[in-house]
Nanobody
Framework: QLTLVESGGGSVQAGESLVLSCVAS????????MAWFRQAPGLGREGRAG??????????HYAPSVKGRFRVSKDHGKNILYLQMNSLEPADSAVYYC??????????????????????WGQGTQVTVSS
């Protein structure tokens, strides 16, 4: 079982940047497919949307709405997943969650942006962007 703890959220103005961190502990970090999701205000868990994902080999994936503005990265030595968010917009306001799933889960299907394909979640960190 993997434990995930996010941090780095906050309130910023449109156009500013934030860096989210997700510290993973428990199982071998490198065997997991990692992803960032966000849940907009007023939506339940079913409203979570994939923002960015990273395969164990380092391949990155992004939602069209954040591509070119957000960057996902990993520090393998410290077991930390990052999300660099630039040029933030009010529409980016949400609770951001880190998620992980053993890479074997995706050998027979599943997608980085589908929350139902992940069973390990952090507690979330709030990001608020004002215009």
């Amino acid at each position: 079982q993997l434990t995930l703890v996010e941090s780095g959220g906050g309130s910023v103005q449109a156009g500013e940047s934030l860096v989210l961190s997700c510290v993973a502990s428990g199982d071998p970090y490198s065997a997991y497919y990692m992803a960032w999701f966000r849940q907009a205000p007023g939506l339940g868990r079913e409203g979570r949307a994939g923002v960015a994902g990273m395969q164990p080999d380092g391949t990155e994936h992004y939602a069209p709405s954040v591509k070119g503005r957000f960057r996902v990265s990993k520090d393998h030595g410290k077991n930390i997943l990052y999300l660099q968010m630039n040029s933030l917009e009010p529409a980016d306001s949400a609770v951001y969650y880190c998620a992980a799933e053993p890479v074997s889960r995706f050998m027979y299907g599943g997608s980085w942006y589908v929350p139902e394909d992940f069973n390990n979640w952090g507690q979330g960190t709030q990001v608020t962007v004002s215009s």
